[in-house]
C-alpha cells in the first residue's frame, strides 16, 4: 500500500508519528500509449515549444507564469523553504462524538498507521 502523507498526530504533550495511507484502491482502467504498427508504448518527449528540439531532464525548471507567455523560475530549494512547519504535524485541539459526523462527507477513506 502507497504511503500519501506521514507527519504526526500531537494532542497535548503526546506526540505519535503516523504513515497515512488510502483505504480504497482506485480500479480505474489505465491505457498505455502504442505505436499503431508494432503495437509498443511510445515515450512522451519533452519538447521546448520555443525552441523546438527535445529537452533533457537537467535542462527542465519548474516555473510560475504570472502574465501570458511571462514567468519565474522557481528552485526546489526554494519551494522546500517555503513549505509551512505544520505540514508534517496534525495537532488535535478538540473531539467531536462519531455520531455528529457525516460518513458521506468523505470522498476518499483514509487509514492512519502508526510508523
Not at 50 to 66: L, M, P, Q, R
Not at 95 to 112: A, C, G, R
Request: charged share 25%; with cysteine.
Amino acid at each position: 500500500m502507497q504511503t500519501i502523507w506521514k507527519g504526526a498526530i500531537s494532542f497535548g504533550l503526546v506526540h505519535v508519528p503516523i504513515k497515512m495511507h488510502a483505504a480504497t484502491e482506485n480500479k480505474d482502467i489505465s491505457f498505455r500509449t502504442l505505436h499503431k504498427s508494432c503495437g509498443m508504448p511510445i515515450k512522451n518527449e519533452k519538447k521546448c515549444q520555443h525552441c523546438d528540439k527535445a529537452i533533457s531532464s537537467d535542462e527542465i525548471v519548474k516555473g510560475y507564469e504570472y502574465e501570458p507567455g511571462k514567468f519565474v523560475i522557481i528552485k526546489d530549494e526554494e519551494l522546500e523553504a517555503i513549505a509551512p512547519t505544520s505540514a508534517k504535524l496534525i495537532q488535535i485541539l478538540d473531539f467531536v462524538d462519531l455520531t455528529e459526523i457525516d460518513p458521506f462527507t468523505f470522498k476518499k477513506h483514509i487509514s492512519y498507521l502508526q510508523t
